[in-house]
């Protein structure tokens, strides 16, 4: 068990560029989740998948925020033209399938310059 | 709808002394509840789970929680503090509108040990 990987650990950028982050499940768990936490704050859910579907996006922020999981394997989260108001820690979690508790990352720090 | 209440924002003890971080949840159904712990620049690390098998939970480095559903709480406990336990504490409960998969945090509750 090596963990969730999450890649990079921080990401500075301009504003209205584009980015993406990388998210490597733990590798039997077929549940992957994206959070947002915002200084002083708890994780907001975002989405999630199950192997590839994407069962959940009614909570990603707006438009310029998707997800994809192509081969059920790792993850991307892609913000579109970034704004001042993305600057967030993004953390994603795997789990297996059921109600079984939710593995963390050390999550992905975006500055917005 | 689910959601959970952290009682305090901001706790200290002393190293040895009790810890004691506060948790009050609303929930039509059952829930399922969790303590998850953040140290700085780090993910989220599981503490403990309640799921209904039993009321008082023990979790990982000496954390124990108890359900009390008369009184929807769902506190924290640990009966002697260490410098490591310092961080940021989370009470989470799963939420049942979406099968239970996504988890809704409180707030948190920043823990300072001194010595």
């Known amino acids: 068990d090596t963990g969730v990987s999450q890649d990079p650990r921080h990401k500075i950028t301009k504003r209205g560029q584009n980015v993406t982050f990388r998210c490597d499940p733990i590798s039997e768990h077929n549940r992957l989740y994206w959070y947002r936490q915002t200084l002083g704050q708890g994780p907001e859910f975002l989405t999630y998948f199950q192997n590839e579907a994407q069962l959940e996006k009614s909570r990603l922020l707006s438009d310029r925020f998707s997800a994809e999981r192509p081969k059920g394997s790792f993850s991307t989260l892609e913000i579109q033209r970034t704004e001042q108001g993305d600057s967030a820690m993004y953390l994603c979690a795997s789990s297996e399938q059921g109600n079984q508790p939710q593995h963390f990352g050390d999550g992905t720090r975006l500055s917005i310059l | 709808a689910q959601s959970v209440t952290q009682l305090d924002s901001h706790v200290s003890v002393s190293e040895g002394t009790p810890v004691l971080l506060r948790c009050n949840y609303s929930?039509?159904?059952?829930?399922?509840l969790f303590w998850y712990v953040q140290h700085p620049n780090k993910g989220l690390q599981l503490l403990l789970k309640y799921t209904s098998a039993a009321t008082l939970v023990k979790g990982i480095n000496g954390f124990e929680a108890e359900f009390k559903k008369s009184e929807t709480s769902f506190h924290l406990t640990k009966p002697s503090a260490h410098m490591s336990d310092a961080a940021e504490y989370f009470c989470v409960v799963s939420d049942l509108n979406q099968a239970g998969t996504a988890l809704i945090f409180g707030k948190g509750t920043t823990l300072s040990v001194s010595s």
């Open positions: 929930s039509s159904y059952s829930p399922s």
